[in-house]
């Protein structure tokens, strides 16, 4: 992380009604702010998906609903602890 980006951390991995598109949801330690990501199950072999990544702050939106900024806050707390940023998981 650098002053021109923000560490989030992997709170969601969905899966889309046909299986072939993923959803990663990387959300900031607070649960205030996260980024979806989507890729085809055919993308994600290719790519590393890790416990944390650095994200502009652009990219960033805010979590509207209370509970899930909570829920997102506590999985990223999780993730934080058990795991290095750029760890597979």
């Known amino acids: ?3 021109e980006t923000v560490q989030t951390w992997l709170v969601e991995r969905s ?3 046909s299986e072939d598109l993923v959803t990663l949801v990387y959300a900031t330690r607070d ?3 996260h980024v979806k990501q989507q890729f085809s199950h055919r993308m994600l072999f290719d790519k590393e ?3 944390g ?3 502009p ?3 960033l939106e805010a979590v ?3 509970d899930t900024r909570e829920r997102y806050r506590q999985e990223a707390a999780q993730m934080a602890e058990n795991h290095d940023p ?3 998981v």
Do not use: F, L, W
């Open 53 to 55: 990544r650095d994200v």
């Open 15 to 17: 899966y889309g009604q």
């Open 1 to 3: 992380m650098n002053d």
């Open 49 to 51: 998906v890790t416990a």
């Open 64 to 66: 509207a609903d209370g």
């Open 31 to 33: 649960g205030e702010r």
């Open 57 to 59: 702050p652009d990219r």
């Open 86 to 88: 750029d760890e597979e």
